[in-house]
């Protein structure tokens, strides 16, 4: 199923129609720069275009009252000096006599969106609109915002639909107040919001927007906010809070929807939000949100004002809905002191509602929340600091890397006798690789006497491995009869000289894997019920859970608080997923783990089964080809002591693994 784009010129007829600072950054070109760079690219002929619609009055009132929706009519008939007098009564907003009409494209294409993907039309989609949304209150206007978009959308799904949890990400850098406004006492949609807020002093200065604010009376626990303290929030930060704060608690939600308040304010070069994380790190948000709700995603446009960056972060977010591969994210180094700060303060605010925050720290001693009193001295220092650095257009960043799809995308090396699964492309049999390589293999094995089958597996092994490095293959997986010789082979002989660092994820008890990595070309995670004694280097680290890989909810608390940091934070260029025989993982959770792994290393996993656990090939293929990994249903409570043993793992680790770090 595709991806669908929602585009119309026509919310591009409004504009500001006289002085306002605060309001001269919202200005058409935003969306005129996003759609031409998704033509220009070629991404928008890849989608689904869907029509935009205005949206009815009586879907309008789902979020806004009567009164407010009868005064917004009035302003298509009202002189320049009716507008100006008009907006004088909302804040940091304008109107325009075609705004209304805007505003009702905007919020009809959110629904059209949410129609598209929960009908089965498309799988996910993007909303390019304005006016934006998330700051608009049930009463009045706000932020540049008319309608609440996607607090409509959110509405309207639960009731067409009958959807009964949605989980809206807001990670535009300001704090979408009417959305929290709006669903704050409502345990059914739950709100994620990271926002700029330098402890209340920046816009809109609200105290609820503090980490504190998690919701009232049954909506206690699913409203999550974020307080960036500091500006320069790095890929670094934003990954660390999706890891520890976000997604254990998406995933315990388990949406049947998710929404997403895609303001991309939050990225470099933007005036308003003047942090530093690059377009890139849309890719990896929108993916790490891929795998929640079967896959069914709709992003609608928020902020964004540097028009370089609006155009780049939107490109980059529509060529992972299609499903391209992620770049890779160059040098992460772990959250920032504020970040870890925030961060501490939203798990600790959090964990008595979410089994999966339970074992959280307590709040930093440093009390954050309170609203800073500066000094005339700071203030000075800001005003001074305020030309030079303040001013964001002269930062400047890398185009994002390009993003190839390989021409096959997932590829198999199996016994002759073994049929292969349905979009894997069978690598031919040993008998076209060349002498040379097989008797290479052969002294690389030093005993002549390896018996011939297993060097035809191992040769057919490192050319799947070569071709994937030539990304003439996204990934693939390989069947072999010993699996923990296949991969023992490989992590020694087959990738020393082709790559420069391997991932191993190893699900399942531990066979003679007495390899011990210390040279950090290989770092191995190894997930199992196996209890074993200190894990003997940086880069060889046993999780172990209490009942195994069958425990999901153990599993994916892992998955998330664990493995997903240290990938990033190491980078690699293959990742091997390797699935030992009797691991016991649950298949959706086997799916979920192949979908999350895309993230590193462009997509290149290498999944090594043995040939009797040949039953799963079908579902491992259908994560490998990209499929939505089927939501982990009915999550329990992660076993007390598995939580606790993840917490003193990542303090114990965090001396070395930076992003693994959740206290300041
Ligand atoms: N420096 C100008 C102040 C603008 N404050 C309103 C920002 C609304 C953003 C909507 S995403
Ligand atoms: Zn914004």
């Given amino acids: 199923m ?30 005129i720069v996003s759609y031409e760079a998704l033509v220009r690219s070629g991404l928008s002929d890849r989608c689904i275009s869907i029509p935009a619609r205005e949206a009815s009055d009586s879907e309008i009132l789902l979020v806004h009252s009567e009164l407010y929706l009868e005064a917004v009519k009035k302003t298509p008939y009202m002189t320049l000096e009716d507008l100006k007098e008009f907006t004088l009564q909302f804040g940091d907003v304008y109107f325009h006599p075609n705004i209304y009409h805007c505003a009702k494209l905007a919020s009809g294409s959110a629904l059209q969106l949410v129609d598209s993907v929960m009908t089965g039309k498309v799988r996910n989609g993007i909303a390019l609109v304005r006016p934006p949304g998330h700051h608009s209150m049930h009463g009045a206007a706000n932020g540049f915002c008319v309608f609440n978009n996607v607090a409509i959308a959110a509405r309207y799904a639960k009731q067409k639909y009958g959807v009964k949890r949605v989980l809206i990400v807001d990670w535009d850098i300001h704090h979408g107040q009417g959305v929290q406004y709006c669903f704050e006492d409502d345990p059914s949609v739950l709100y994620f919001s990271w926002h700029r807020y330098e402890h209340q002093n920046f816009w809109p200065n609200l105290r609820e927007s503090d980490y504190d604010s998690v919701g009232k009376e049954s909506g206690a626990g699913f409203n999550i906010n974020v307080p960036w303290n500091n500006v320069g929030m790095e890929n670094s930060d934003y990954l660390s809070v999706f890891c520890h704060v976000l997604l254990p608690v998406a995933y315990e939600f388990c949406p049947d929807l998710v929404l997403v308040c895609a303001g991309f304010d939050s ?35 928020e902020g964004g004002y540097n028009l370089t960056s609006l155009a780049q972060s939107v490109c980059q977010t529509v060529q992972t809905l299609l499903g391209d591969p992620l770049p890779q994210l160059a040098n992460l180094r772990g959250p920032c002191k504020s970040a870890v700060e925030s961060l501490q303060c939203a798990r600790s605010a959090h964990r008595r509602y979410w089994s999966f925050l339970k074992h ?43 993003r190839l799809c390989p021409p096959v995308c997932s590829a198999s090396v199996l016994p002759d006798d073994v049929a292969c699964p349905d979009g894997l492309k069978r690598l031919s049999s040993s008998k076209d690789l060349e002498p040379l390589l097989v008797s290479k293999l052969k002294n690389r094995f030093r005993t002549a006497a390896v018996d011939g089958d297993r060097v035809t597996t191992f040769s057919r092994l490192y050319t799947l491995i070569e071709k994937l490095v030539a990304n003439e293959i996204r990934n693939g997986l390989v069947l072999v009869p010993d699996v923990a010789a296949a991969m023992m082979c490989v992590v020694q002989d087959l990738t020393s000289d082709l790559v420069k660092r391997v991932l191993v994820v190893c699900v399942g008890k531990e066979k003679e894997l007495d390899y011990v990595t210390t040279d950090g070309k290989v770092l191995v995670v190894q997930i199992s019920s196996e209890d ?91 994560a490998l080809l990209g499929h939505p990994a089927p939501p982990l249903q009915d999550l329990q409570t992660p076993f007390p002591e598995d939580g606790d043993a993840l917490e003193r793992l990542r303090e114990r680790l965090q001396a070395d693994w930076k992003t693994l770090q959740t206290t300041s």
């Fill in 267 to 301: 990225a470099i070069g933007d005036p308003e939000g003047e942090m530093c994380a690059t377009p890139d790190i849309f890719a990896h948000l929108t993916h790490l949100l891929m795998n929640l709700a079967g896959g069914k995603l709709c992003a609608v446009l």
């Fill in 360 to 402: 959280a720290a307590d709040p930093p001693m440093t009390d954050i929340s309170t609203k800073h009193i500066k000094s005339a001295m700071e203030e000075e220092e800001k005003t001074e600091m305020a030309e030079e650095e303040r001013c964001t257009e002269g930062k400047v960043w890398p185009e994002p890397p390009e």
């Fill in 532 to 622: 074993r004694e200190e894990q003997r280097s940086k880069y060889y680290i046993p999780v172990c859970l209490k009942k195994g890989c069958s425990d999901t909810s153990g599993f994916i608390q892992a998955v998330l608080g664990l493995l997903l940091p240290l990938g990033y934070e190491y980078n690699p260029d293959l990742v091997l997923l390797v699935r030992m025989p009797g691991s016991g993982v649950v298949d959706s959770m086997w799916q979920q783990l192949i979908g999350l792994l895309q993230g590193f290393a462009k997509g290149h996993t290498l999944v090594l089964m043995q040939v009797n656990e040949k039953a799963c090939m079908g579902s491992t293929a259908s």
């Fill in 2 to 31: 595709g991806t669908a784009l929602l585009y119309d010129e026509e919310m591009t007829k409004y504009k500001l129609l006289w002085v306002d600072p605060a309001c001269k950054i919202e200005v058409p070109e935003r969306l």
